[in-house]
């Protein structure tokens, strides 16, 4: 990071550092005389700065420094450098944004934007308990994490509406929307990342699944039949608050989501050779 910094420096880029969170959000809201803006970070300063940029007039870059990098890992980028190298030669690309009302128990709404999946039950939970252990490295960190939500894992009773379907009272274990940029949760065999859709898991597992299920990268065809493709508008109501996490965020007590698609909103720097239609 101190290299490229001071690559950076010196070619007379103009560089923040956050302290806290939420500063991202509000550099990026003050940054409107500047049409490109720089993600030096995870999926959650990303996911800080689109939910602050001018969507219509401003363009994003990713140079990935974050836990997960799931949103980089999509990119194939191989490193700080090798992302600012690759972020010269790359290509302006326009893809879909999932916009996400996340109600709480009173009422209160955020409107959040996210670019790669948002998700309630084990997903979510893993992030919240990997966060409890945040002083070991990143291999032990979610290792630990993996094995006690599992051990732990709970049920959530909802209600969910897809499109113009009939709502569906369900027991799930995961919930997972995702856009596209996060297929290393999903196992959908293709989708566009800028086709207005999205895909969504809302499946029971059990604990003995689940592990195994914990190593989908390794078993790619093991569930991939739970996904449901083409969806455009989603609506989950939970009997009781869930945590929310997408991009990096944790979002806690919220009682209900209403999702839909912004077709190709964002302005987004992708290396040259990345394809927006994916197949596995």
């Not at 302005?267 to 927006?276: D, F, H, N, Q, T």
Request: charged residues 20%.
């Amino acid at each position: 990071i101190r290299k490229l910094l001071g690559i950076m420096k010196q070619e007379g880029i103009n560089i923040k550092i956050t302290q806290e969170p939420g500063d991202a959000t509000t550099f990026a809201a003050k940054a409107k005389d500047f049409k490109t803006l720089v993600a030096v970070g995870g999926d959650g300063t990303l996911f800080e700065i689109i939910n602050g940029m001018d969507l219509n007039l401003q363009q994003v870059g990713l140079i990935p420094a974050g836990t997960v990098n799931c949103i980089a890992h999509f990119m194939k980028y191989k490193g700080v450098l090798d992302a600012y190298n690759k972020l010269q030669s790359g290509k302006i690309q326009e893809v879909d944004l999932i916009t996400v009302k996340l109600y709480k128990t009173s009422g209160i709404f955020y409107k959040k934007l996210f670019l790669g999946f948002l998700a309630a039950g084990h997903l979510a939970g893993l992030t919240n308990i990997a966060g409890k252990f945040s002083i070991f490295p990143k291999i032990l960190r979610y290792s630990i994490a993996t094995l006690l939500n599992t051990l732990f894992l709970s049920k959530i009773e909802c209600t969910i509406k897809i499109g113009n379907r009939v709502d569906e009272e369900k027991t799930i274990t995961s919930f997972i929307i995702n856009n596209g940029f996060s297929h290393f949760f999903s196992f959908v065999p293709s989708w566009t990342l800028y086709d207005g859709t999205v895909e969504i898991e809302a499946v029971k597992r059990t604990r003995p699944v689940q592990f195994v299920y914990n190593f989908n990268r390794i078993l790619p065809v093991f569930h991939s039949r739970s996904w449901q493709s083409g969806i455009n508008t989603i609506e989950c109501t939970f009997k009781k608050p869930q945590s929310i996490m997408g991009d990096g965020e944790l979002f806690r007590g919220i009682k209900k989501i209403e999702t839909s698609i912004l077709q190709k909103k964002l302005k987004i720097c992708c290396p040259s050779g990345i394809e927006l239609t994916f197949s596995k």
